[in-house]
Every structure is written in C-alpha cells, then in structure tokens.
C-alpha cells in the first residue's frame, strides 16, 4: 500500500492559480487569441500541473504502446474527459466506466454486491475490486480506479476522503488513499484526478 503525500490540498490546486486561469481564458477569447493549450476543452477550469501531467501520461503511453482505461466514482468521468482532450495522444485512452452509483459498480466492472455491503463503496477493498474489474472489462494495460466523497454525506462518511487503485494487466494492484479535506468538490475533484495521473504514471514506468 503506498502511503498518503503529505500536505494539504494546496498541494494539488492553487485557487489563485485557477481563477487567473479563467480570467485570462476569457480575455483571450474575447480577443480571438487563446493561447494553445494540452488539454483544450478542459483548459480554462484545470491548474497547468494538472494538464502537462495528463499529457506526460499519455505520450508515455503512446511510446510504451500502452492502452489506458478508468473507473469513477466520485469524480463523475473528469478523468476521462481530461484523458481524452489532449490532442494527439488521446487514442492511449482505451475507454472510462463512470460507476457512480454501487449498482453500476456491480453491474459493469463485477464487483460482488456483498463486498460493497461489508467494505462500504468508499474502500480500499471496493477500489481494488474497481481496478480489477476494469482491466478485466476492456482492452487496457493500466487501470485506474477512484471512489471516495467529494462532499458531505448523509452517513457519516468522510468528505475529502478517496481512495485510488491501479492495475497493470497480470501485475499487482496498487491502493493509495488520500484526506483532502472538506474543500469543495472542485479541489477534492482535481485533486484526486492529481493522485490518479501519478499513480498510472508510476504504472507505465513499471516495466
């Protein structure tokens, strides 16, 4: 199990940074001169970190020859919107299963339903079972798995809390869990998408 990154959220998103980015967005559109950037549709609203990752990741996986897939939860597909909006490298995303819900946990990536009633769908046993079942349903060499809360819960769950797996085909899966904190489901969001590139990152390097 690998162990949480010290600090806090600031480490992953600088709010400063993203309402510069949003500013400078629509004086740039406004003038017809916006400025390329790797990740386009998401551009305006994702931290510079966040986007040269997500195209690191995918160029690596292109000259790795390496296929991509993911299964979200709490972050409701930004993973797979942001790995598909990179120009040029996006054919590495073999597909995304957005698994918000425990029935859609258990009916596309088959994870038993009396898994998720003992571990609860926030778990590092249910991420697992996540990664898993997303190499098993798709052509991917490297899955990657995310649930947690991205806000407050009727039942006493931990907003902030996330838990992240990663699968490469025939190896072992890798659990990492994060306490973001109770700062807004936009922070937690790109936070987590933050954790889930390094973790494949990691993955593609494990030759």
Do not use: W
């Not at 700062?183 to 390097?205: E, K, Q, W």
């Amino acid at each position: 199990m690998l162990a949480a990154v010290p600090g806090s959220p600031s480490a992953y998103i600088d709010r400063n940074e993203l309402l510069s980015k949003r500013l400078t967005t629509q004086v740039s559109e406004r003038s017809g001169n916006l400025s390329h950037s790797p990740a386009e549709t998401l551009s305006p609203v994702l931290p510079t970190a966040v986007e040269d990752a997500a195209s690191k990741l995918l160029r690596a996986c292109c000259d790795a020859r390496l296929k991509i897939a993911t299964a979200e939860s709490c972050t409701g597909g930004l993973l797979a919107s942001l790995l598909t909006d990179v120009e040029g490298a996006s054919h590495a995303f073999e597909r995304g299963f957005i698994v918000y819900s425990e029935e859609a946990k258990c009916e596309l990536l088959g994870i038993a339903g009396d898994q998720i009633d003992v571990c609860g769908a926030v778990s590092r046993d249910v991420a697992i079972a996540m990664a898993q079942g997303t190499i098993r349903q798709s052509a991917a060499d490297i899955s990657l798995a995310i649930t947690g809360y991205a806000g407050p819960t009727n039942d006493g769950g931990e907003e902030g809390l996330v838990h992240f797996a990663c699968t490469r085909r025939n190896r072992t899966t890798r659990h990492r869990v994060e306490h973001f904190g109770a700062v807004g489901r936009g922070p937690i969001r790109i936070a987590a998408i933050t954790v889930a590139l390094d973790m494949m990152m990691d993955a593609v390097r494990d030759a």
